[in-house]
């Protein structure tokens, strides 16, 4: 049974930083992709960032871009999302997801296990 656990999440003020944790279980976890997305309520789910297991290469959506970093440990078989210069936008639940295909065939689609999430909430 495939499992993510996603973790780190928190409360910090405008341009503080947070880690977001993603341990995963259940599956061969190299040559894989992983990523991390986003949601507010009453609004469609984002991505947020992506790594091929691999080789970790790498993809962020323009809006995160130069502040959040995307990165893995594959003795842990954990993906983790480095957070720095927050802002009240990026305020939401973050979720972990992973697929076994090519992570950059279609960024961002095709991603069929999911972890439960973990509020991030940034205040001005």
């Known amino acids: 049974q495939v499992q993510l656990v996603d973790s780190g999440g928190g409360s910090v003020q405008a341009g503080g930083s947070l880690r977001l944790s993603c341990a995963a279980s259940?599956?061969?976890?190299?040559?894989?992709?992983m990523g991390w997305f986003r949601q507010v309520p009453g609004k469609e789910r984002e991505g947020v960032a992506v790594i091929d297991t691999g080789d970790d290469t790498t993809h962020y959506a323009d809006s995160v871009k130069g502040r959040f970093t995307i990165s893995q440990d594959n003795a842990k078989n954990t993906v983790y999302l480095q957070m720095n210069s927050l802002k009240p936008e990026d305020t939401a639940m973050y979720y972990c997801?992973?697929?076994?295909?090519?992570?950059?065939?279609?960024?961002?689609?095709?991603?069929?296990?999911w972890g439960q999430g973990t509020q991030v909430t940034v205040s001005s």
């Open positions: 997801a992973g697929h076994g295909g090519n992570c950059f065939a279609s960024v961002f689609w095709g991603f069929a296990y």
């Open positions: 259940g599956y061969t976890y190299s040559s894989n992709c």
